[in-house]
């Protein structure tokens, strides 16, 4: 009697750690930027220097045309969201300011 209170009591777990053996996808989007890029930016940089490092903006403003978006997001399939926002805004097609959640780096007030 024991014995199949014990198979069955494996039995009805059974399902239940198998849940954890499902492999879960990660999903990337956006521009995924490194730090080493976003260093590399300096104020007075046209759009065009700025798309050649870091690639086409993720969005654009459409009520500011001067204002370039640059965001990411990974979701992996165990762990914690990642999200990462860069904000670039231009005057005269030229960079002047560089915000979000990177830190602006020394060099980038220096100019080119």
């Known amino acids: 009697m024991q014995l199949k209170s014990l198979i069955f009591s494996l039995f009805l777990a059974l399902p239940l750690t198998g849940c954890n053996l499902v492999y879960k996808v990660d999903i990337p989007q956006g521009n995924y930027l490194e730090e080493k890029q976003v260093a590399q930016l300096r104020q007075g940089m046209t759009r065009e220097q700025v798309r050649y490092l870091l690639g086409n903006p993720m969005s654009l403003d459409g009520f500011n045309h001067d204002r370039w978006v640059y965001l ?15 904000v670039l805004d231009f005057t005269n097609d030229s960079l002047t300011t560089l ?11 220096q100019g080119l």
Not at 99 to 109: L, N, S, T
Request: net charge negative; proline share 8%; charged share 35%.
């Open 72 to 86: 990411y997001y990974f979701k992996p399939g165990r762990g914690e969201l990642e999200q990462k926002r860069l």
């Open 99 to 109: 915000g979000g959640d990177f830190e602006v780096p020394e060099a980038f007030y």
